[in-house]
């Protein structure tokens, strides 16, 4: 597993996990890509079309106890939207999204299990029952599915300085600065979008 601190308003812990052929992974405006050495950003200028980023999208499950939070991000968070038109067009993906225990000693408040089998990747985001913002906890769980899209090597990643990835411990969690900038900014949407007459 890959603990990650998201700086949100409570202090939290995220993780992304890697064991063998699993990825345990925890997660726009912009994106980023990697190349074997340097992490850079992609910024995608575009918004994607007003019908296919206002839903959730249909490889995307969403525990109940989530679902007005993700709705509400999908209304006032153009990150959150790209990110979902981003996961929505990979046809091997599938997200879950639920509360549980990320570990034992509740160490991260969030995390997500990504498995790759035949083809197809499965990430579980497991949300913590800690008092962090799960649109904060999401959006960051959300970009690190995106890492693993974009192939970015976290190991080979964290063994370099400046590329803007973390080894937190011996057991395999790694933070990365773009999940990180992901959770910080969909808080800020929303955020503002509160502050807004009529929202």
């Not at 992304?16 to 890509?33: D, I, K, N, S, V």
């Not at 225990?101 to 990504?114: F, G, K, M, S």
């Not at 029952?129 to 599915?145: K, R, V, Y």
């Amino acid at each position: 597993m890959f603990p990650v601190a998201i700086p949100v308003t409570v202090p939290a812990a995220v993780c992304l996990l890697a064991l063998g052929g699993q990825f345990m992974a925890r997660r726009a405006e912009p994106t980023w890509r990697s190349t074997p050495s340097v992490m850079r950003i992609f910024v995608d200028a575009e918004e994607p079309p007003a019908a296919e980023a206002a839903v959730i999208p249909a490889n995307v499950e969403i525990a109940g106890m989530y679902r007005k939070t993700v709705e509400s991000m999908l209304e006032a968070s153009a990150t959150f939207r790209r990110q979902c038109v981003r996961i929505a067009r990979n046809r091997t993906l599938h997200v879950t999204v639920v509360r549980g225990v990320t570990d034992p000693n509740r160490q991260h408040e969030a995390l997500t299990r990504v498995v790759r089998a035949g083809g197809t990747m499965d990430a579980t985001v497991i949300i913590g029952g800690g008092p962090a913002d799960p649109a904060a906890l999401i959006a960051h769980e959300f970009e690190h599915i995106l890492e693993q899209l974009d192939g970015v090597d976290l190991a080979l990643m964290a063994s370099r300085q400046s590329s803007g990835v973390r080894t937190l411990s011996d057991s395999g969690h790694f933070e990365t600065d773009r999940a990180i900038a992901a959770g910080v900014r969909v808080a800020k949407e929303l955020s503002a979008a509160r502050r807004r007459p009529g929202m």
